[in-house]
């Protein structure tokens, strides 16, 4: 299995930046995506950003224009290691949620794509 170290979560201000970072503990045979999620109790997880390992790049509308997803799936021998970064600006109460991060792909050569989830960090945006 996978685990993944999520960090960068916290409390700030409206307006203010954050930036979430998640790293794989193990490599992939092979990635497809890597996207951001995120809940707020009492509602369905929804999409936040996607990126693909062409560079590719989709954001949701309530995001769009103020967070910019990056990351890289180094290859080390034969698998590709995950990081997946989530630069947040001009944040706004709305934004506040638990984000997961997530991994797209293959574990194994001969296991079917799947997704792969983080535990989750928290955000806060509140004056």
């Known amino acids: 299995q996978v685990q993944f170290v999520e960090s960068g979560g916290g409390w700030v201000q409206p307006g203010e930046s954050l930036t979430l970072s998640c790293v794989a503990s193990r490599g992939f045979f092979g990635i497809a995506t890597m996207a951001w999620y995120r809940q707020v109790p009492g509602k369905q997880r929804e999409f936040v950003a996607l990126?693909?390992?062409?560079?590719?790049?989709?954001?949701?509308?309530?995001?769009k224009d103020r967070f910019i997803i990056s990351g890289d799936d180094a290859i080390a021998g034969h698998a590709a290691y995950a990081t997946v970064v989530l630069q947040m600006n001009s944040l706004k109460p709305e934004d506040t949620a638990v984000y997961y991060c997530?991994?797209?792909?293959?574990?194994?050569?001969?296991?079917?794509?799947?997704?792969?989830w983080g535990k989750g960090t928290v955000v806060t945006v509140s004056s």
């Open positions: 990126m693909d390992t062409l560079g590719f790049t989709n954001y949701s509308e309530s995001v």
């Open positions: 997530n991994v797209e792909g293959w574990i194994e050569e001969s296991a079917g794509r799947k997704k792969y």
